[in-house]
């Protein structure tokens, strides 16, 4: 049979794969909660492929997340909230609604007046779910911002939206001397909590935590950062991720050419060969670029 290119075709094999005594024991036992995961997965693989520059691959992902979109619909359609194409006749007037300079009489605008209509736009959208009983809880400016995002990517998200109304740094210098300041907090915590483990005092745990926190006020400060650097802090530690998983693979490579494994590598030569491949890579990196 030949694959469909309509939506329909794949509403109706969810739809199958969702009903009792024919479908699927796996998709029958999933809900929201269960599958919000695999949805997150999806939409970091779609950017993967993005980042790898694979087509073949990005169209597969974005099938892929498609259908986390279609299950979490068919879901809601089974509990008689809403179905698919609730789902897209929201997202159609949201869009229409949001690009008046498009699609309504507000044209020839800047960029930075676009930017100033969209959030006049989410405000009055604000208050029409509040006027409907809706989001009667959210009364921070920090509102919308998803507590299960990558900590980075929030962190950033909760400074932009406080940069707003001026709580901000005026000064990069400044975002740097904190990152030094926090820092020294974490060494400080690190120092107490080995004195409490040394004199088995009670508190230990206590001081850990002193330490776990410290360390996220310093994380914090670096997604600071990189934001009045205008670089993405969680793209940035992706691109270091991928570095230390190309330097290490290459040690392992070499490690078992001399005949051991890497657990029978000394450090001094896994360190060797971390500096090799620094070299190797980089030279790679350059031909590729020139």
């Not at 809403?82 to 997202?91: K, L, P």
């Amino acid at each position: 049979m030949t694959p469909s290119r309509e939506i329909s075709r794949l509403i109706e094999i969810m739809a199958a794969l969702r009903t009792p005594g024919t479908g699927c024991p796996w998709d029958l036992e999933q809900d929201f909660a269960t599958i919000a995961p695999y949805t997150i997965e999806e939409a970091y693989e779609v950017a993967d492929a993005i980042a790898r520059g694979d087509l073949d691959d990005l169209r597969e992902e974005l099938g892929d997340l498609l259908l986390q979109v279609v299950f979490h619909a068919r879901m809601a359609e089974e509990r008689g909230d809403f179905a698919f194409g609730d789902v897209v006749q929201a997202i159609t007037e949201k869009l229409i609604r949001r690009h008046p300079h498009v699609f309504g009489n507000a044209r020839d605008l800047t960029p930075d007046e676009v930017k100033a209509l969209w959030a006049n736009i989410k405000a009055a959208e604000k208050n029409a779910r509040a006027a409907r009983g809706g989001d009667v809880r959210r009364e921070s400016l920090l509102d919308g911002v998803p507590a299960n995002m990558p900590a980075l990517t929030r962190a950033e998200k909760l400074q932009r939206k406080a940069a707003r109304v001026g709580f901000d740094w005026t000064d990069t210098r400044d975002v740097i001397a904190k990152v030094r300041e926090e820092l020294a907090e974490v060494e400080e915590a690190i120092a107490k909590a080995a004195t409490k483990a040394a004199t088995r005092a009670e508190h230990e745990p206590g001081a850990r935590a002193a330490v776990k926190e410290e360390i996220g006020d310093l994380l914090f400060a670096v997604a600071n950062l990189a934001r009045h650097l205008d670089i993405d802090p969680e793209a940035a530690a992706r691109a270091t991720n991928d570095k230390f998983t190309s330097r290490f693979r290459y040690i392992e490579d070499h490690i078992e050419r001399y005949g051991k494994t890497i657990s029978e590598a000394t450090l001094d030569e896994m360190e060797a060969l971390w500096c090799e491949a620094k070299q190797a890579l980089l030279s790679d990196s350059l031909k590729k670029g020139g």
